[in-house]
């Protein structure tokens, strides 16, 4: 393959960036004379943050910014948190790659003078920070002692917004605080029986169109096949339920 130049289309948070980078040093590192550029931009769920996200629209609010650049040729390639890549995706494009996947689990970050809680120790009324209404459910059903708060932003915007007080503690992927370099801000992993992890979390989902051969055989060195295989499996599962 000779100077062939491949363009990402990404989400312009910090995490998204991360994830992108990364994927852009892989490719190159894998496939000698690939030139990878990267165009990043705000969706609309990072736009709007105001509004808890079950009242503006559903996870498509992430990625449909980015799946128009590929589908009028300006992008190659998306590279999305695979939870964030809804199950019915746009005439044309395709899920071609999931990468290997980094720990699914659900995280509890913490203000530091609750440093001695658990969240099963928490105080009544702890005011606990989360977005997702998978978690809500699950964690109001478990501690409904407990007082939920919705909690918008990228991730480091939500830790500030924990660390000045606004909240007690907030939920997050444990994934995306490990490419963020705040594993130590882990304070407990969730098991699965108190919050299971959402469908496809801690991997990354690579879309592109469907009849781009070239495009599908490069991204292709990226495929994890034992975590593509589960998180395809959990994405059937979730489109029938």
């Known amino acids: 393959m000779t100077n062939f130049k491949l363009k990402i289309a990404s989400r312009r948070s910090k995490l998204a960036m991360v994830q992108t980078l990364w994927v852009k040093d892989q490719l190159e590192k894998n496939i000698p004379n690939l030139e990878v550029s990267i ?47 809804p199950t019915n995706l746009p005439s044309g494009l395709k899920l071609g790659c999931i990468t290997k996947r980094e720990d699914p689990a659900d995280a509890l970050v913490v203000n530091k003078k609750n440093d001695c809680y658990r969240l099963e120790t928490l105080p009544a009324g702890s005011i606990v920070g989360t977005s997702s209404l998978r978690r809500l459910a699950q964690l109001r059903n478990k501690y409904p002692h407990l007082e939920f708060k919705d909690i918008r932003g990228n991730v480091i915007t939500r830790i500030e917004k924990l660390d000045v007080g606004e909240f007690d503690c907030i939920i997050l992927a444990a994934a995306g605080l490990k490419r963020l370099g705040f594993e130590s801000r882990i304070h407990q992993i969730i098991p699965n029986e108190i919050s299971l992890h959402a469908v496809g979390q801690g991997a990354l989902g690579i879309e592109c169109k469907s009849d781009d051969k070239k495009v599908l055989e490069i991204i292709n060195v990226l495929e994890d096949q034992p975590t593509s295989q589960r998180c395809l499996a959990e994405r059937a599962f979730f489109k029938r339920a």
């Not at 165009?39 to 709007?48: F, H, L, R, V």
């Not at 629209?57 to 948190?81: C, N, P, R, Y």
């Open 39 to 85: 165009e990043a931009m705000a969706t609309q769920g990072d736009k709007i943050l105001d509004v808890a996200l079950a009242k503006i629209g559903d996870k498509g609010l992430f990625t449909k910014e980015l799946e128009a650049q590929m589908l009028v040729g300006q992008a190659d390639i998306a590279v999305h948190s695979l939870k964030d890549l």
